[in-house]
């Protein structure tokens, strides 16, 4: 079955700081997607990225960066010199397609606590 | 540009009492979603929508839960008998197609006494 886990329940960083948030996933699929959304303290989710199973490649969106490895089946998001907008609680998902499951298996979320 | 919205945003009902919320999603979009998500928890899927078509209900739905989507376009969730334990945030979502992002819509926030 899918499985999501993110096992950081909350982090805390001075501003400036770079943070990874962990993402490990578990699925029997060879095709499935993995995202990761941000939930501000406002509570609506905001879709970030969203990585599709065969595309290794690392990305890179201004002070945002994941890091794919299917070999340890992890989904890895870094925060380059944090601020505090960044402070909200974050998700990793995932969607399994072929086989049906088209809904979001999401993890428990990071919440990350930016300190000026 | 519409994202989606939820109505009404916050709900505080009796023990017993039915309660209905009301999503509409962007526009184009086909495919529609129900999450439920709890203090501390991530969303949980309930039901998702192509169409018109209810595809597919997660176990947590029970009896007491009912989804419509006519004509496609906005859904409503009704809760009969609401519980305590049904006082939870209830999230919509909308996609183009089964595989691409999802957009989420504010949530309603449903408290029952």
């Known amino acids: 079955a899918q499985k999501v886990t993110q096992a950081q329940t909350e982090i805390s960083v001075v501003e400036k700081e770079d943070v990874t948030l962990d993402c490990v996933y578990e699925?029997?699929?060879?095709?499935?997607?993995l995202f990761w959304y941000k939930q501000p303290p406002s509570g609506e989710l905001v879709f970030l990225i969203r990585?599709?199973?065969?595309?290794?490649q690392n990305e890179i969106s201004g002070r945002y960066s994941w890091n794919f490895q299917k070999s340890t089946s992890s989904f890895n998001f870094t925060i380059t010199a944090s601020q505090v907008v960044d402070s909200a609680v974050y998700f990793c998902a995932l969607s399994e397609p072929d086989t049906g499951r088209r809904a979001l298996t999401f993890g428990s979320g990071t919440r990350l606590q930016v300190q000026p | 540009d519409t994202g989606v919205s939820q109505n009404p945003r916050h709900k505080i009902t009796k023990r017993g009492q039915n309660v209905t919320f009301r999503c509409d999603p962007i526009?184009?979009?086909?495919?529609l979603y129900w999450y439920r998500q709890t203090l501390g928890q991530g969303p949980e899927f309930l039901t998702y929508?192509?169409?018109?078509?209810?595809?597919?209900k997660s176990r947590l739905l029970s009896d007491r839960f009912s989804a419509e989507r006519p004509k496609g376009s906005f859904s409503t969730l009704e809760i009969q008998r609401t519980e305590q334990g049904d006082s939870a945030m209830y999230l919509c979502?909308?996609?183009?197609?089964?595989?691409?992002?999802?957009?989420f819509g504010p949530g309603t926030r449903l408290t029952v006494l």
């Open positions: 990585r599709n199973s065969f595309d290794e």
């Open positions: 699925t029997r699929d060879t095709t499935y997607y």
């Open positions: 979502a909308s996609s183009l197609g089964g595989a691409n992002e999802q957009f």
């Open positions: 929508f192509q169409n018109e078509a209810q595809l597919e």
């Open positions: 526009s184009e979009h086909n495919r």
